[in-house]
């Protein structure tokens, strides 16, 4: 006898179970995602690998193993033309199983089983496109920091032959400056001589001005006796 399956058997029966297990996948494939129980779930997707296993080889027998679990030729046409080369280059891994709480009444744990998207041509194209407009972004950024690193550079270049110019700029007035006040020094020196002979000046100039005092006060007196002899010779002639 076959060995039963691990974990809980669902329906009445095996024939249930797989009757079961086969309106699962169908809603499945046509939908791409089904809300059910998490023991579903976790039992509904060995057997959804191995359709979409199947759907990949693409030939007669494993279309014909699949239509002995799915019965809707419309869903195995899907399941073939679309499902399957969407995972050509993909070896397993083609469900997802999330649970998203419990169920009002019996409080049973629920859970969403859904097929990838990855791998398909539209995905592949987004991807592609999304990694296309990455990469000119990344080439803006390049060039926008290039172009800064360039004024920054331009900048400081700019910058440094300013300094320099500023002090070959100083160096020369400090220069000429120097060559200015070197006559100013000796002239400065001789000032001070100029000065001293200024300070004597008024001092020669007071002389002088007393010396004809001197001279007059001098004079007075012999005027005064001449005054007086006068008088005496008019009187004895």
């Known amino acids: ?42 039992r509904l997707r060995p057997v959804a690998e191995k359709l979409i296993s199947a759907a990949k080889k693409g030939d007669l027998p494993a279309r014909r193993r699949v239509m002995a679990i799915i019965s809707d030729k419309s869903v195995v046409h899907h399941l073939f033309t679309e499902i399957g080369p969407r995972f050509a280059q993909r070896d397993g891994g083609y469900t997802r199983i999330t649970k998203v709480g419990v169920r009002k009444g019996d409080n049973s744990s629920m859970a969403i089983i859904e097929i990838l998207t990855e791998g398909t041509p539209a995905k592949r194209a987004v991807v592609s496109q999304a990694d296309a407009i990455a990469k000119a972004a990344s080439k803006r950024e390049d060039a926008k920091k290039a172009s800064a690193a360039r004024v920054a550079d331009r900048d400081s270049n700019a910058k440094k032959i300013s300094e320099r110019i500023a002090s070959r700029v100083s160096a020369a007035v400090s220069e000429i400056e120097d060559e200015g006040d070197a006559p100013k020094k000796a002239t400065a020196k001789k000032a001070p001589a100029k000065k001293a002979a200024a300070k004597k000046a008024p001092a020669k100039k007071a002389a002088a001005k007393k010396a004809p005092a001197k001279k007059a006060a001098e004079k007075a007196p012999a005027k005064k006796a001449a005054a007086k002899k006068a008088p005496a010779k008019k009187s004895a002639k």
Do not use: D, F, N, Y
């Not at 329906?11 to 023991?39: C, N, Y």
């Open 1 to 42: 006898m076959p060995k039963p399956a691990k974990g809980p058997r669902l329906g009445s029966g095996p024939a249930h179970e797989r009757l079961l297990l086969g309106t699962l996948a169908a809603q499945l494939i046509q939908h791409g995602r089904i809300r059910t129980t998490v023991t579903k779930a976790k």
